[in-house]
Protein backbone atom coordinates (compact mmCIF):
# COMPACT_ATOMS: atom_id res chain seq x y z
CA UNK A 1 0.00 0.00 0.00
CA UNK A 2 1.48 3.11 -0.90
CA UNK A 3 2.11 6.41 1.46
CA UNK A 4 0.54 9.07 1.28
CA UNK A 5 2.36 12.26 1.30
CA UNK A 6 0.99 15.37 3.52
CA UNK A 7 2.00 18.95 2.65
CA UNK A 8 1.48 21.72 5.04
CA UNK A 9 0.14 24.68 3.58
CA UNK A 10 0.55 28.17 5.58
CA UNK A 11 -1.69 30.26 4.98
CA UNK A 12 -1.52 33.73 6.26
CA UNK A 13 -3.46 35.76 8.86
CA UNK A 14 -6.47 37.46 8.12
CA UNK A 15 -6.20 41.49 8.20
CA UNK A 16 -7.62 42.86 11.03
CA UNK A 17 -10.96 44.19 9.69
CA UNK A 18 -10.68 48.31 9.22
CA UNK A 19 -13.14 50.53 11.08
CA UNK A 20 -15.01 52.20 8.47
CA UNK A 21 -14.40 56.18 8.82
CA UNK A 22 -17.71 57.89 10.85
CA UNK A 23 -19.82 60.06 8.08
CA UNK A 24 -20.38 63.40 9.53
CA UNK A 25 -23.37 64.23 10.97
CA UNK A 26 -26.04 65.89 8.60
CA UNK A 27 -26.52 69.65 9.03
CA UNK A 28 -29.75 70.27 10.21
CA UNK A 29 -30.78 73.78 10.58
CA UNK A 30 -32.30 75.59 13.81
CA UNK A 31 -35.61 76.37 11.98
CA UNK A 32 -35.89 72.78 11.42
CA UNK A 33 -36.30 71.84 15.00
CA UNK A 34 -34.43 69.27 16.71
CA UNK A 35 -31.61 67.45 14.60
CA UNK A 36 -32.81 64.54 12.85
CA UNK A 37 -31.36 63.17 9.80
CA UNK A 38 -32.26 63.10 6.11
CA UNK A 39 -32.06 59.48 6.42
CA UNK A 40 -34.42 59.19 9.16
CA UNK A 41 -36.89 62.08 8.31
CA UNK A 42 -40.39 61.03 6.73
CA UNK A 43 -42.79 62.01 3.72
CA UNK A 44 -44.63 63.85 6.15
CA UNK A 45 -42.02 65.46 7.74
CA UNK A 46 -40.53 66.45 4.20
CA UNK A 47 -44.05 68.02 3.31
CA UNK A 48 -43.95 70.17 6.20
CA UNK A 49 -40.69 71.49 5.72
CA UNK A 50 -41.13 72.31 2.25
CA UNK A 51 -44.95 73.75 2.78
CA UNK A 52 -43.15 76.23 5.53
CA UNK A 53 -40.73 77.69 3.37
CA UNK A 54 -43.53 77.69 0.12
CA UNK A 55 -45.54 80.41 2.99
CA UNK A 56 -42.37 82.36 3.40
CA UNK A 57 -41.43 82.63 0.36
CA UNK A 58 -45.28 83.82 -0.61
CA UNK A 59 -45.22 86.42 2.56
CA UNK A 60 -42.01 88.03 1.75
CA UNK A 61 -43.79 88.36 -2.09
CA UNK A 62 -46.56 89.51 -0.91
CA UNK A 63 -45.24 92.14 1.08
CA UNK A 64 -42.95 93.58 -2.19
CA UNK A 65 -46.50 93.54 -3.93
CA UNK A 66 -47.89 95.79 -1.21
CA UNK A 67 -45.43 97.93 -0.51
CA UNK A 68 -44.88 98.63 -4.73
CA UNK A 69 -48.60 99.13 -4.79
CA UNK A 70 -48.65 101.97 -1.62
CA UNK A 71 -45.60 103.57 -4.00
CA UNK A 72 -47.86 103.39 -7.47
CA UNK A 73 -50.69 104.86 -5.42
CA UNK A 74 -48.95 107.78 -3.85
CA UNK A 75 -47.28 108.54 -7.54
CA UNK A 76 -50.53 108.21 -8.86
CA UNK A 77 -51.91 110.91 -6.30
CA UNK A 78 -48.92 113.37 -6.83
CA UNK A 79 -49.07 112.79 -11.09
CA UNK A 80 -52.52 113.65 -10.77
CA UNK A 81 -52.81 116.98 -8.49
CA UNK A 82 -50.50 118.21 -11.01
CA UNK A 83 -52.81 117.09 -13.63
CA UNK A 84 -50.34 114.71 -15.45
CA UNK A 85 -52.69 112.13 -15.34
CA UNK A 86 -54.20 111.94 -18.51
CA UNK A 87 -57.48 109.60 -19.89
CA UNK A 88 -59.78 110.04 -22.51
CA UNK A 89 -63.27 111.25 -20.97
CA UNK A 90 -66.69 111.60 -23.02
CA UNK A 91 -67.73 114.77 -24.12
CA UNK A 92 -71.27 114.54 -22.16
CA UNK A 93 -69.26 113.82 -19.05
CA UNK A 94 -67.57 117.00 -19.08
CA UNK A 95 -69.15 120.20 -17.57
CA UNK A 96 -68.48 124.04 -17.90
CA UNK A 97 -70.62 125.40 -14.82
CA UNK A 98 -67.35 125.49 -12.09
CA UNK A 99 -66.30 128.16 -13.57
CA UNK A 100 -66.57 131.75 -15.40
CA UNK A 101 -65.05 131.30 -18.51
CA UNK A 102 -63.01 134.22 -19.77
CA UNK A 103 -62.76 133.34 -23.40
CA UNK A 104 -65.59 134.81 -25.98
CA UNK A 105 -65.41 131.23 -27.93
CA UNK A 106 -68.53 131.96 -29.99
CA UNK A 107 -67.07 134.52 -31.83
CA UNK A 108 -63.61 133.13 -31.19
CA UNK A 109 -62.14 133.77 -35.23
CA UNK A 110 -59.48 130.83 -34.27
CA UNK A 111 -61.70 128.52 -33.18
CA UNK A 112 -61.95 126.56 -36.80
CA UNK A 113 -57.76 126.56 -37.22
CA UNK A 114 -58.15 124.81 -33.86
CA UNK A 115 -60.54 122.70 -35.32
CA UNK A 116 -58.33 121.90 -38.97
CA UNK A 117 -55.20 121.52 -36.08
CA UNK A 118 -56.93 118.65 -34.32
CA UNK A 119 -58.63 117.09 -37.49
CA UNK A 120 -54.88 117.00 -38.77
CA UNK A 121 -52.36 115.95 -35.86
CA UNK A 122 -55.04 115.43 -32.86
CA UNK A 123 -55.06 117.56 -29.16
CA UNK A 124 -51.37 118.37 -28.87
CA UNK A 125 -52.17 119.55 -24.49
CA UNK A 126 -54.77 117.99 -23.00
CA UNK A 127 -57.65 120.05 -21.38
CA UNK A 128 -58.19 119.90 -17.02
CA UNK A 129 -60.85 118.42 -15.35
CA UNK A 130 -61.84 118.08 -12.08
CA UNK A 131 -63.84 114.56 -11.01
CA UNK A 132 -66.90 115.43 -9.35
CA UNK A 133 -68.95 112.79 -6.53
CA UNK A 134 -71.68 111.88 -9.15
CA UNK A 135 -68.65 110.49 -11.64
CA UNK A 136 -68.50 113.32 -14.29
CA UNK A 137 -66.09 116.27 -14.09
CA UNK A 138 -65.90 119.54 -14.28
CA UNK A 139 -63.78 121.38 -16.77
CA UNK A 140 -60.94 123.85 -15.33
CA UNK A 141 -58.77 124.37 -18.10
CA UNK A 142 -59.22 124.24 -22.07
CA UNK A 143 -62.43 125.84 -23.12
CA UNK A 144 -61.35 126.78 -26.16
CA UNK A 145 -60.19 122.97 -26.79
CA UNK A 146 -63.37 121.55 -25.37
CA UNK A 147 -65.83 123.95 -28.07
CA UNK A 148 -63.32 122.91 -31.03
CA UNK A 149 -63.89 118.53 -29.72
CA UNK A 150 -67.23 119.13 -29.51
CA UNK A 151 -68.04 121.32 -33.28
CA UNK A 152 -65.90 118.34 -34.43
CA UNK A 153 -67.70 116.13 -33.26
CA UNK A 154 -71.20 117.55 -33.70
CA UNK A 155 -69.74 118.04 -37.38
CA UNK A 156 -68.58 114.68 -37.89
CA UNK A 157 -70.24 112.07 -35.71
CA UNK A 158 -66.87 110.38 -35.38
CA UNK A 159 -65.90 108.24 -32.79
CA UNK A 160 -62.50 110.06 -32.29
CA UNK A 161 -64.18 113.32 -31.31
CA UNK A 162 -66.35 111.71 -28.94
CA UNK A 163 -64.33 111.76 -26.42
CA UNK A 164 -61.14 114.37 -24.93
CA UNK A 165 -58.08 113.55 -23.69
CA UNK A 166 -58.13 115.64 -20.24
CA UNK A 167 -55.48 115.63 -17.56
CA UNK A 168 -57.49 114.47 -14.41
CA UNK A 169 -56.82 116.81 -11.32
CA UNK A 170 -57.03 116.07 -7.95
CA UNK A 171 -60.38 116.65 -5.92
CA UNK A 172 -60.95 119.35 -3.35
CA UNK A 173 -58.82 122.48 -4.75
CA UNK A 174 -59.91 125.50 -3.65
CA UNK A 175 -62.24 127.70 -5.96
CA UNK A 176 -59.72 130.61 -6.07
CA UNK A 177 -56.79 128.26 -7.22
CA UNK A 178 -58.82 126.62 -9.55
CA UNK A 179 -59.50 130.31 -11.35
CA UNK A 180 -55.73 131.11 -11.36
CA UNK A 181 -55.06 127.77 -13.19
CA UNK A 182 -57.32 128.94 -15.95
CA UNK A 183 -56.46 132.68 -15.53
CA UNK A 184 -52.60 131.87 -15.83
CA UNK A 185 -52.88 129.83 -18.94
CA UNK A 186 -55.04 132.17 -20.70
CA UNK A 187 -52.30 135.20 -19.99
CA UNK A 188 -49.90 133.58 -22.39
CA UNK A 189 -52.07 134.26 -25.08
CA UNK A 190 -51.61 137.57 -26.94
CA UNK A 191 -54.89 137.48 -28.16
CA UNK A 192 -56.83 137.83 -24.96
CA UNK A 193 -58.60 141.00 -24.51
CA UNK A 194 -58.34 143.20 -21.99
CA UNK A 195 -62.42 143.12 -21.42
CA UNK A 196 -62.33 139.59 -21.80
CA UNK A 197 -59.67 139.73 -18.63
CA UNK A 198 -61.84 142.23 -17.09
CA UNK A 199 -65.45 140.33 -17.29
CA UNK A 200 -63.90 137.75 -15.53
CA UNK A 201 -62.78 140.15 -12.41
CA UNK A 202 -66.14 141.57 -12.90
CA UNK A 203 -67.90 137.61 -12.74
CA UNK A 204 -65.62 136.62 -9.85
CA UNK A 205 -66.28 139.82 -7.65
CA UNK A 206 -70.05 138.51 -8.05
CA UNK A 207 -69.53 135.02 -7.61
CA UNK A 208 -70.34 134.37 -3.45
CA UNK A 209 -68.48 131.72 -3.44
CA UNK A 210 -65.13 133.17 -4.27
CA UNK A 211 -65.29 134.91 -0.59
CA UNK A 212 -64.52 138.69 -2.92
CA UNK A 213 -66.79 141.13 -3.24
CA UNK A 214 -64.64 144.07 -4.62
CA UNK A 215 -63.25 144.22 -8.47
CA UNK A 216 -59.96 145.10 -7.12
CA UNK A 217 -58.89 142.58 -4.77
CA UNK A 218 -60.44 140.01 -7.72
CA UNK A 219 -58.37 141.93 -9.99
CA UNK A 220 -55.42 141.64 -7.76
CA UNK A 221 -55.64 137.93 -6.81
CA UNK A 222 -56.87 136.64 -10.37
CA UNK A 223 -53.73 138.20 -12.09
CA UNK A 224 -51.06 138.79 -9.79
CA UNK A 225 -48.77 137.12 -12.04
CA UNK A 226 -49.37 139.85 -14.45
CA UNK A 227 -47.76 143.08 -14.38
CA UNK A 228 -48.58 146.23 -12.26
CA UNK A 229 -49.79 148.42 -15.74
CA UNK A 230 -52.07 145.40 -17.14
CA UNK A 231 -53.32 145.25 -13.66
CA UNK A 232 -54.25 149.18 -13.94
CA UNK A 233 -55.94 148.16 -17.65
CA UNK A 234 -57.90 145.48 -16.59
CA UNK A 235 -59.47 147.55 -13.51
CA UNK A 236 -60.18 150.33 -16.28
CA UNK A 237 -61.87 147.97 -18.92
CA UNK A 238 -63.99 146.78 -15.52
CA UNK A 239 -64.75 149.75 -15.13
CA UNK A 240 -65.76 150.57 -18.50
CA UNK A 241 -68.27 147.54 -18.55
CA UNK A 242 -69.74 148.37 -15.10
CA UNK A 243 -71.00 151.64 -17.07
CA UNK A 244 -71.78 150.31 -20.42
CA UNK A 245 -70.83 146.61 -20.65
CA UNK A 246 -75.26 145.68 -20.94
CA UNK A 247 -75.03 147.61 -24.19
CA UNK A 248 -72.30 145.97 -25.43
CA UNK A 249 -72.62 143.27 -27.90
CA UNK A 250 -68.65 142.58 -29.01
CA UNK A 251 -66.77 144.03 -26.01
CA UNK A 252 -64.01 141.87 -26.39
CA UNK A 253 -63.13 143.58 -29.84
CA UNK A 254 -62.40 146.55 -27.92
CA UNK A 255 -58.46 147.65 -28.28
CA UNK A 256 -56.86 148.88 -25.69
CA UNK A 257 -56.38 152.66 -26.34
CA UNK A 258 -59.89 153.24 -27.34
CA UNK A 259 -61.24 151.28 -24.07
CA UNK A 260 -59.38 153.80 -21.82
CA UNK A 261 -59.59 156.83 -23.58
CA UNK A 262 -63.94 155.91 -23.34
CA UNK A 263 -63.51 155.08 -19.83
CA UNK A 264 -62.15 158.24 -18.98
CA UNK A 265 -64.52 160.31 -21.06
CA UNK A 266 -67.70 158.35 -19.35
CA UNK A 267 -66.15 159.20 -16.07
CA UNK A 268 -66.09 162.68 -16.27
CA UNK A 269 -69.79 162.86 -16.41
CA UNK A 270 -72.12 159.98 -15.54
CA UNK A 271 -74.88 161.29 -17.81
CA UNK A 272 -72.39 160.53 -21.11
CA UNK A 273 -73.02 156.70 -20.09
CA UNK A 274 -76.59 156.68 -20.33
CA UNK A 275 -76.14 158.83 -23.18
CA UNK A 276 -73.98 156.29 -25.31
CA UNK A 277 -76.22 153.51 -24.10
CA UNK A 278 -79.23 155.01 -26.06
CA UNK A 279 -76.90 155.35 -29.18
CA UNK A 280 -75.93 151.53 -29.11
CA UNK A 281 -79.27 150.58 -28.82
CA UNK A 282 -80.75 152.55 -31.75
CA UNK A 283 -76.97 151.67 -33.73
CA UNK A 284 -77.15 148.73 -36.04
CA UNK A 285 -74.07 147.11 -35.12
CA UNK A 286 -73.76 143.26 -37.25
CA UNK A 287 -70.32 142.86 -36.48
CA UNK A 288 -67.47 144.40 -34.37
CA UNK A 289 -66.03 146.69 -36.58
CA UNK A 290 -69.63 148.13 -36.97
CA UNK A 291 -69.45 148.60 -32.93
CA UNK A 292 -66.24 149.84 -33.00
CA UNK A 293 -67.05 152.52 -35.45
CA UNK A 294 -69.81 154.29 -32.82
CA UNK A 295 -67.57 153.82 -30.35
CA UNK A 296 -65.55 156.28 -32.27
CA UNK A 297 -67.54 158.31 -33.23
CA UNK A 298 -68.92 159.21 -30.11
CA UNK A 299 -65.67 160.34 -28.77
CA UNK A 300 -65.23 162.23 -31.50
CA UNK A 301 -68.48 163.66 -31.47
CA UNK A 302 -69.82 162.70 -35.06
CA UNK A 303 -72.46 160.93 -32.78
CA UNK A 304 -74.69 162.52 -29.71
CA UNK A 305 -73.22 165.50 -28.12
CA UNK A 306 -69.34 165.66 -27.24
CA UNK A 307 -68.84 166.89 -23.82
CA UNK A 308 -67.46 170.22 -24.80
CA UNK A 309 -70.94 170.99 -26.15
CA UNK A 310 -73.03 169.72 -23.94
CA UNK A 311 -73.98 172.42 -21.51
CA UNK A 312 -73.93 171.96 -17.97
CA UNK A 313 -76.51 171.83 -15.74
CA UNK A 314 -76.19 171.82 -11.87
CA UNK A 315 -76.75 168.22 -11.53
CA UNK A 316 -74.21 167.01 -14.09
CA UNK A 317 -71.88 169.69 -12.91
CA UNK A 318 -71.60 167.83 -9.81
CA UNK A 319 -72.10 164.33 -11.03
CA UNK A 320 -68.91 161.99 -10.87
CA UNK A 321 -68.44 158.51 -11.93
CA UNK A 322 -70.61 156.07 -10.20
CA UNK A 323 -67.87 152.97 -10.22
CA UNK A 324 -65.91 152.59 -6.95
CA UNK A 325 -63.21 155.66 -5.64
CA UNK A 326 -62.00 154.20 -2.06
CA UNK A 327 -62.12 150.44 -1.41
CA UNK A 328 -61.38 149.16 2.12
CA UNK A 329 -61.85 146.64 4.64
CA UNK A 330 -62.32 147.34 9.03
CA UNK A 331 -62.05 144.68 11.41
CA UNK A 332 -65.02 144.95 13.53
CA UNK A 333 -65.75 142.55 17.00
CA UNK A 334 -68.54 140.60 15.07
CA UNK A 335 -66.40 140.18 11.88
CA UNK A 336 -64.53 142.00 8.91
CA UNK A 337 -66.39 144.97 6.85
CA UNK A 338 -65.68 145.32 2.92
CA UNK A 339 -66.76 148.47 2.27
CA UNK A 340 -67.00 150.59 -1.28
CA UNK A 341 -67.20 154.63 -1.53
CA UNK A 342 -69.13 155.76 -4.74
CA UNK A 343 -69.99 159.06 -5.49
CA UNK A 344 -73.53 159.25 -3.77
CA UNK A 345 -73.11 155.32 -2.15
CA UNK A 346 -71.32 153.51 0.73
CA UNK A 347 -71.78 150.38 0.29
CA UNK A 348 -70.61 147.63 3.11
CA UNK A 349 -70.84 143.87 3.08
CA UNK A 350 -69.76 140.96 6.04
CA UNK A 351 -71.09 138.10 6.75
CA UNK A 352 -74.14 138.75 8.86
CA UNK A 353 -77.86 139.29 8.07
CA UNK A 354 -78.56 142.42 8.74
CA UNK A 355 -82.02 141.85 8.60
CA UNK A 356 -82.94 140.20 11.68
CA UNK A 357 -81.42 143.68 13.36
CA UNK A 358 -84.51 145.42 14.84
CA UNK A 359 -85.01 148.42 12.43
CA UNK A 360 -84.70 150.98 15.34
CA UNK A 361 -81.48 149.84 16.09
CA UNK A 362 -80.46 150.38 12.26
CA UNK A 363 -81.95 153.56 11.90
CA UNK A 364 -79.86 154.81 15.25
CA UNK A 365 -76.80 153.69 14.13
CA UNK A 366 -76.94 154.49 10.43
CA UNK A 367 -77.78 157.93 11.76
CA UNK A 368 -74.63 157.59 14.16
CA UNK A 369 -72.87 156.69 11.19
CA UNK A 370 -73.41 160.06 9.11
CA UNK A 371 -73.17 162.52 11.96
CA UNK A 372 -69.49 161.30 12.63
CA UNK A 373 -69.02 161.57 8.92
CA UNK A 374 -69.92 165.27 8.91
CA UNK A 375 -68.31 166.14 12.49
CA UNK A 376 -65.35 165.12 10.87
CA UNK A 377 -65.79 167.32 7.70
CA UNK A 378 -66.50 170.21 9.70
CA UNK A 379 -63.58 169.52 12.33
CA UNK A 380 -61.62 169.71 8.77
Known amino acids: MSKRRVFDINFPADPAPKTAAASPAPEVSKEDG ?24 RAVAEQNIRAENDRLAHEFVRLKKLGLVVDRIPLEQISTSKLVRDRATARDPELEELQASIRSIGLSNPIRVEEEADGRYQLIQGFRRLSAYRALYAETGAAEFAAIPAGLIAKGQDLQGLYRRMVDENLVRRDISFSEMAQLAL ?128 AVPSGTVRCQARDGRIELAMERDFSVIDRYRLETAITAFFAALEEGEISD
Not at 37 to 54: D, F, K, L, V, Y
Not at 208 to 224: F, I, K, N, Q, R
Not at 307 to 327: E, L, M, N, Y
Request: glycine content about 8%; aromatic content about 4%; overall charge neutral.
Open 34 to 57: PAVSESRRGPMATAISENAEALKA
Open 203 to 330: SYAQDPETGCDLVEEAVSHLYASAGRQKRSYIRHFAELLDLIGAHLQFAEAIPRALGLELKKRLSEDEHLAAELGLILQNSPRPNAEAELAVLRGFLSGSLGRSVAARPTDVAGSQAKTGVAKTTLRC
